[in-house]
């Protein structure tokens, strides 16, 4: 199982930075819209 997880990780490389940076994104989006109300 080890095997295929690294496996497909070396195949994903290259999206793996984008996924990282789309989902650090969403939890800033998440963490402002939330805090949002209270600012206002």
């Known amino acids: ?3 295929e997880i690294k496996a ?3 195949r ?3 999206t793996l930075i984008a996924d990282a940076a789309g ?3 969403l939890a ?3 963490v ?3 805090a ?3 600012l206002i």
């Open 1 to 3: 199982m080890f095997a």
């Open 32 to 34: 402002v819209g939330l």
């Open 36 to 38: 949002l109300p209270g």
């Open 12 to 14: 994903a490389s290259g």
């Open 23 to 25: 989902m650090v994104a």
């Open 8 to 10: 497909a990780t070396a």
């Open 28 to 30: 800033v989006m998440l």
